[in-house]
C-alpha cells in the first residue's frame, strides 16, 4: 500500500520493511553492549505498528525479545521458531482486548495478521533496543 491509511496518517507512521506502517515512539538513553551483538544497543526501544485488513508483516525474526501490546482491534501472531528459516505449524496467539499482550521471544520468527475486519494498531517494545542490523527477512 503506498498511499497512507487515515490512522497511520494521523500517528506519523510509515511504510516498514516487514509490511504494515510503523514509527519510533521510544529509544531509551541507557546503552549498552549485550553479548553476542555486533555494537551497543539502547536498553529498549518502543515502536507503533498499524497492520490494515489484508496486509501482513512478512515472516521475520529479531535477535531480542519483543512484546507486543494491543491499542485496537485484533492481531494473530504466528511463531515460526527458531531454526535458519520459518517452520510451518507454529504457535498462533491471537491478541484481543480480553488477551492484549503477547512474548516473541529473541530468535524466533514471527509474522502477523490483522485478525479481524477492522485496522489492527499494536506497540512493540524490543529489548536490547531494535537494531535493524539484527533483523531479518525470510
Request: one cysteine or more; a negative charge.
Amino acid at each position: 500500500m503506498t498511499t497512507r491509511p487515515p490512522l497511520a496518517e494521523k500517528l506519523d507512521l510509515r511504510p516498514h520493511p516487514e509490511g504494515g506502517w510503523y514509527r519510533e515512539t521510544f529509544r531509551s538513553a541507557v546503552t549498552f553492549r549485550p553479548e553476542g551483538y555486533a555494537g551497543p544497543r539502547a536498553a529498549a526501544t518502543g515502536i507503533y505498528f498499524l497492520l490494515q485488513p489484508g496486509e501482513s508483516s512478512a515472516w521475520h525474526v529479531v535477535a531480542s525479545d519483543e512484546l507486543w501490546f494491543l491499542h485496537s482491534g485484533s492481531l494473530e501472531l504466528r511463531y515460526g521458531g527458531s531454526g535458519d528459516a520459518p517452520a510451518a505449524g507454529g504457535e498462533v496467539v491471537v491478541l484481543t482486548a480480553d488477551s492484549p499482550q503477547a512474548l516473541v521471544p529473541a530468535g524466533v520468527w514471527q509474522s502477523a495478521y490483522p485478525a479481524g475486519s477492522e485496522p489492527a494498531l499494536v506497540s512493540c517494545v524490543v529489548s536490547p533496543g531494535f537494531d535493524f542490523a539484527d533483523f531479518r527477512l525470510a
